[in-house]
């Protein structure tokens, strides 16, 4: 799943606090030849059972909330 976040959130800063977080996401700049998309990143939870995704999901939203300022 790709997503995109607002303008200025680097997803490269996000990802230590994420591994942290128990949750991991690949930065979309490792995608990019010119290192874009530093406010976009992929998460793939093929691998997972749907309860860990569910959790996994919902760490990720604080996260993202906490680095965007949003609400």
């Known amino acids: 799943m790709w997503v ?11 990802f230590e606090a994420a591994v942290e977080g128990k949750v991991a996401c690949i930065p979309g700049t490792a995608f990019a030849f010119h ?17 860990a995704i569910q959790v996994g999901i919902a760490r990720m939203a604080e996260m993202i909330r906490d680095w965007s300022g949003s609400s």
């Open 4 to 14: 995109t976040l607002p303008e200025g959130v680097d997803t490269w800063e996000m």
């Open 35 to 51: 290192g874009d998309y530093r406010n976009t990143m992929r998460l793939n939870f093929s691998n997972l059972q749907p309860e």
